[in-house]
C-alpha cells in the first residue's frame, strides 16, 4: 500500500486500485476548492499510470460520504471548483471522465453533490446506513452536477422526480431494491467491498476494460454520449437561478441555521 496525502483528499493504491477519501470529516466532507483539486489531481494521476486499474472514491469516516457543495463557502462567494480546471465539474470528479472503472463506495449520508458524485461513479457499493438524495430545492438551488438528467436516467423517471421535486433522501435498501446501487453491505464495510470489487476487475485486461466503458457509455470527446446538451441547459438554468433572491436566501439560511424564506424572485 502506498500514499499520497494531499489537502482536500487521501490518495492511496491497494494493488492496482487506487482509493481517493475526501478527507473533510468535520465538515460531512462537503465539498471546497481544495477538495476539487486533489480528488481531480488524482484522477489525472490515475489515467496516466497503467499500473492503475480501477478507482474507488469514498469519504473520510463513517457517518458521511460527501454532503454535497460546501454551502458556507457559496455563501461567501468562494468557488468549489478546482483552480484552473473548471472543466473537471463539481469534486472534480463528475465531468472528468477516466477510461478507468470508478467505485463508490459510499459510508453514510452523500446528499446534493454526493450523490452526484454517486451517479458519476460507474459501480456503488453501499453501507446500510447509507443515504442518497437531492435537496437542492430546500437550499433555493438545483442539482447542477449532473444530478438531475443521471437521476432521471439511471433509476425510474417517477422515482427521480419526487426525488428532485420534495429534495427527500432514500435509504440504502430502497436504493438497491430501484437499481441505484450494485450491493449494500454492512456499515463499516463500504471501502472494503469496493476494494474486493475493484480487484476482481483489475485481473481483467485492463484495455478490455477500458474499451467496454467507452463503448457501454458511447464516450466522445471525454464525454457520455448525449449528454453535452443537458451540461449546458443545466449551466444556463444554473446562472439564470444564481440571479434570484431565493438561491441568495437559501445557503444564508443554511448558514444561519433557519428555516428559509421563499420569494419566488
Not at 472534480?92 to 463506495?105: E, L, N, Q
Not at 452536477?145 to 423517471?157: D, E, K, P, Y
Not at 432514500?170 to 470489487?197: F, H, M, T, Y
Not at 458511447?218 to 441547459?233: P, S, Y
Request: charged letters at 20%.
Amino acid at each position: 500500500m502506498t500514499e499520497n496525502n494531499q489537502p482536500g483528499a487521501l490518495v492511496e493504491r491497494v494493488g492496482n486500485v487506487m482509493v481517493i477519501t475526501i478527507n473533510r470529516p468535520d465538515a460531512r466532507n462537503a465539498v471546497n476548492s481544495e477538495v476539487s483539486a486533489a480528488v481531480g489531481s488524482a484522477l489525472e494521476e490515475a489515467s496516466a499510470d497503467p499500473e492503475v486499474r480501477a478507482i474507488v472514491i469514498t469519504g473520510a469516516g463513517d457517518k458521511s460520504f460527501c454532503a454535497g457543495a460546501d454551502l458556507k463557502a457559496i455563501g461567501r462567494g468562494e468557488s468549489t471548483y478546482a483552480p484552473g480546471h473548471h472543466e473537471w465539474g463539481f469534486a472534480g470528479f463528475v465531468k472528468h471522465y477516466t477510461d478507468k472503472p470508478t467505485i463508490a463506495a459510499v459510508n453514510g449520508a452523500a446528499l446534493g453533490g454526493g450523490t452526484e458524485l454517486v451517479l458519476a461513479a460507474d459501480l456503488i457499493v453501499a453501507a446500510e446506513n447509507a443515504t442518497f438524495g437531492l435537496p437542492e430545492v430546500k437550499r433555493g438551488l438545483l442539482a447542477g452536477a449532473g444530478g438531475v438528467f443521471r437521476l432521471t436516467a439511471q433509476i425510474s423517471q417517477r422515482l427521480a422526480m419526487e426525488m428532485i421535486f420534495t429534495g427527500e433522501p432514500i435509504s440504502a435498501a430502497r436504493a438497491l431494491e430501484v437499481g441505484l446501487v450494485n450491493q449494500v453491505v454492512p456499515e463499516g464495510k463500504s471501502v472494503k467491498a469496493a476494494i474486493d470489487l475493484a480487484q476482481r476487475i483489475a485481473v481483467n485486461a485492463p484495455l478490455s476494460v477500458q474499451a467496454s466503458k467507452r463503448i457501454a457509455y458511447g464516450i466522445e470527446g471525454g464525454l457520455r454520449a448525449g449528454e453535452a446538451g443537458k451540461w449546458a441547459q443545466t449551466a444556463a438554468e444554473w446562472d439564470g437561478l444564481m440571479h434570484t433572491e431565493d438561491a441568495k436566501e437559501g445557503p444564508r439560511a443554511f448558514a444561519e441555521k433557519r428555516e428559509a424564506v421563499w420569494q419566488a424572485r
